[in-house]
């Protein structure tokens, strides 16, 4: 039976890269997309046609995962049903302060119509599902990767919805092949800076570019678990290539992330700017973002801050012992930490962050 990926997602900052090592492959590609979203698609195909970077077969089919079916057409859905070998679940609502109806409708509830759809495949050889670490929530300590439900509670609906959405495939795992990746926090391309939006990390930029880090907390040993765009895609992509890999969860993680401290330190020296005045415990700090003024003139999101002063470490043996052998390893900060900021300086103006367009 031909090869045939089914992707959801495929259009988003993650989905365009994964999709790219595929592109080169002699096999049958079809992409779920909404039709807004059809346009800058058939924009990047075309720009990867034009490189020699196109040999696959592949077609937009017109749904919405928020559907049930999918939203598609009974033609559509029938020979999707009747080829597709291979399905990559990549589209979410990834944002840390993410609306709760539109989690729960596009994590939880879309996942539940992928599981439905795709069940009924009878060619179906994997599931290949992008969740994500920050399911651990407010656990404190160890997070493996064979861990899952550990009595934690959620800061907000991002994590919450795709904590569900996991458990939906977890479910499912006996009728429906699956791979489990759970990356961290993604930053942009280690060689280039590129990323789409100001999330995690990038918010400590917003602080120090309206030199508001007079005053930063004090995260002591808090992980600052990041990892740039360019080693997460390389990794899904030889993960996903493994025949081992199918039943597995696989956390995708700098296995020696610094601290938040040494992540703030480095940044402002690159920087070139001062240094704060005072570094407060993250404990006090933590109740001082409920004042409601205080995440509008720093730039950061409380739900953000959160994580630099939660104490959380993630296994990644799994992860390790499959990039084995591949010369795919995570980059130290210290590596792109200047292409991070110059990016952000010359491209993601604080006074133009992107807005959610839902």
């Not at 996991?166 to 489990?180: C, G, N």
């Not at 280690?190 to 789409?196: A, L, N, W, Y």
């Not at 920087?271 to 003139?297: D, E």
């Amino acid at each position: 039976m031909r090869k045939t990926i089914f992707f959801t997602g495929a259009n988003g900052f993650l989905g365009k890269r994964i999709l790219k090592y595929y592109l080169p492959e002699d096999m049958d590609i079809f992409l779920l997309m909404q039709e807004k979203f059809a346009p800058a698609m058939r924009g990047f195909l075309d720009e990867q046609e034009a490189s020699g970077g196109l040999r696959a077969q592949v077609r937009m089919v017109p749904g919405d995962i928020t559907k049930p079916g999918l939203g598609l057409s009974e033609r559509d859905g029938g020979e999707l049903r009747e080829r597709v070998t291979e399905a990559f679940h990549l589209a979410a609502a990834y944002r840390i302060n993410l609306p709760k109806d539109i989690g729960f409708a596009v994590n939880v509830d879309g996942t539940r119509n992928v599981l439905d759809f795709i069940g009924k495949m009878p060619g179906l050889r994997r599931l290949v599902y992008m969740s994500t670490t920050s399911i651990f929530g407010d656990h404190r300590g160890f997070f493996g990767e064979t861990d899952f439900d550990v009595g934690q509670n959620f800061t907000n609906h991002y994590t919450k919805t795709k904590f569900e959405a996991e458990k939906l495939v977890r479910e499912r795992m006996d009728s429906i092949p699956a791979t489990i990746l759970r990356p961290t926090i993604v930053v942009g391309d280690s060689r280039t800076g590129e990323i789409e939006k100001i999330d995690g990390p990038y918010y400590g930029f917003v602080m120090v570019s309206r030199r508001m880090h007079l005053m930063l907390p004090r995260s002591g040993g808090v992980k600052c678990n990041i990892e740039p765009v360019d080693f997460l895609t390389s990794a899904f992509h030889a993960i996903v290539a493994r025949e081992d890999s199918i039943g597995k969860t696989v956390h995708i993680a700098d296995p020696s992330p610094i601290t938040y401290d040494e992540f703030f330190d480095l940044v402002i020296e690159k920087w070139g700017t001062f240094r704060p005045i005072l570094r407060v415990p993250g404990s006090v700090m933590r109740y001082a973002f409920y004042l409601p003024f205080l995440s509008w003139v720093t730039g950061v999101p409380r739900e953000s801050f959160v994580y630099t002063v939660t104490p959380i470490e993630f296994g990644c043996e799994v992860m390790l012992k499959m990039l084995e052998g591949t010369g795919i390893s995570c980059p130290p900060v210290s590596d792109y930490i200047d292409v991070m900021i110059k990016y952000f300086r010359e491209k993601l103006d604080r006074h133009a962050v992107k807005r959610a367009r839902w």
